[in-house]
């Protein structure tokens, strides 16, 4: 079958050719026309040398799919459940009704004293994009023997039952792939500001060996504003600590916490997992009435934690 001269001059300018490659039959091919004519096979075949280049080249990697979290990129839902085992200890001054202590017991001194061995605290977090919503929930039921009362008598046993809420918004400031080993991570390194409340409720005993208990029952709230820090360290390790302060005088002088801890992460029947073991510590500077009305805590307790931890 012999092709027309233009279906040639067209199929040698597709693929390239020289005009010479689909004479037939031993015909040669037509003389070359004007040079305006060749200029424009020219064109054509670099053109399609260009599209046949961009369709096989590799698109850009974008924002979205590297894991950094950018304005363009679409948001994520993200869920982290946490819940600990806290070994505290208190340091401090309690004070009911006119009967004050001088707090200052370990976690072997309460353990002899009260009917729980350890608090118990859970940590919840919903976020989307860089928003993100929190409640950390914690109780206690805690004592300590023979502390010390007015005039130096080392005889006074106190007992509270306390429990704390915080609450509040997190906004993601930052959001940056790790290097190195650690890039192997499923987390990145974040830096989250928040601000919230925290709830305080306490039942506290103030029992004096020669005089009669006193007690009283408070619940207050406080403003606090934080910062929460991811730091990947290698594939599985990572090391977290969050820290607030607050009160402002709104209810307490001053409230504060910190936590600190590392993490070892891994997969449990396919979900992303971690075990923590750390230091937490939370102290609050807070008094209300006077004489029989009063009601004093100006404590830091602090001890050991230990944690497990899901992510959604």
Known sequence: MQLSTCSRLALAAALGLPLTALAVDGASAPAAPAANESNSNNLNTASVRRTVDASLAEPPESDASSGKLTDGSSPKWRVDFNTWLWMVGVEGTVGARGRTADVSADFGDILDASDSVVAFSGHLEVGYGRVAGFIDGFYADLGAEDQTGPGGMAD???????????FGLMYRIGDWEPSGDAANNRRNTTLDLYGGVRFNSI??????ANLDARSRSKDWFD?????KLVLPISRRWHFQANGDVGGFGVESDLTWSTTAAFGYNFEIFGQSATVLAGYRAIGWDYSDGAGNDEFTFDVTQHGPILGFSLHF
Not at 156 to 165: E, L, S
């Open 156 to 166: 006074v046993d106190v007992a509270f039952k306390q429990g704390i809420v915080d």
């Open 203 to 208: 039942e506290l005993e103030v029992d004096p």
């Open 223 to 227: 403003p606090i504003i934080g910062a």
